[in-house]
């Protein structure tokens, strides 16, 4: 697949710092200092199932998802699909190697059309050097994927596969929040998406979902995934891991 060098090829332009109040780490940022980080950036439209960025390739460009969302994941050597996390608008990704000049530790693929703005990674380590803001930022989402990935290796040693799916449906219904303790996901995972989000087979997911369903606490229409009882799930979850408390 040679998608992502034929998008390095599109013409580009170059980035607001307006377009970059929707990124989550620059919410609170001055303008002064959103036109700052921008100046360096270049746009880059993506559509729906182009690759970004291969597994193990040595580009080293960090990207912010500006407009639709994208998927981390890769393949193991048996053939079965890893999904890491989905990136919705807001999101930054290909920091890691950007820092350590590592190769990419997973491919990235556009789940929709998206419009992207991209930083090469001399421009972003010159803004870790030189913005105190800018580098709080980065670091403090550092810290938070450790302490997610930490989560994660947690559920896997510990959890059953029902109880990782459980965890798996509460992270993506704090995202999608539509009131205080209800979610809608749409569109919603596949039952083969959320499998290997979890690590587990389709059949297992389409039996707890069905088991959920049958107790209130989710309901599927359409391309959508109700969570009807956030706090439920939170409960479930909090259980199987533990956790002391209500």
Do not use: W
């Amino acid at each position: 697949m040679n998608a992502c060098a034929n998008n390095f090829n599109k013409p580009i332009r170059g980035v607001t710092g307006a377009q970059l109040a929707v990124i989550r780490e620059f919410q609170d940022f001055s303008a002064t200092d959103l036109n700052m980080i921008a100046q360096p950036l270049q746009l880059q439209h993506f559509l729906a199932g182009e690759e970004i960025i291969r597994y193990l390739d040595h580009s080293d460009s960090v990207f912010f998802v500006l407009e639709g969302s994208v998927r981390v994941h890769y393949f193991g050597y048996s053939g079965d699909e890893v999904i890491l996390c989905d990136l919705p608008q807001g999101e930054i990704f290909g920091e890691l190697t950007a820092i350590d000049g590592q190769p990419r530790s997973a491919a990235v693929v556009a789940r929709s059309d998206s419009l992207l703005a991209v930083m090469s990674n001399q421009a972003f380590q010159q803004l870790i050097c030189e913005s105190p803001v800018f580098c709080m930022a980065i670091m403090q989402r550092l810290a938070g994927q450790i302490r997610r990935l930490t989560e994660r290796v947690f559920d896997f040693s510990t959890l059953a596969v029902r109880n990782r799916i459980h965890a798996e449906l509460l992270r993506l219904a704090r995202q999608n929040m539509d009131s205080p303790n209800t979610a809608i996901i749409n569109p919603a995972p596949t039952h083969a998406e959320l499998a290997c989000f979890v690590s587990t087979h389709r059949e297992a997911v389409t039996r707890e979902l069905s088991e959920l369903a049958r107790i209130g606490l989710i309901q599927r229409t359409g391309h959508e995934l109700r969570v009807l009882d956030i706090e439920r799930l939170r409960k479930m979850v909090d259980t199987a891991r533990g956790s002391i408390g209500d």
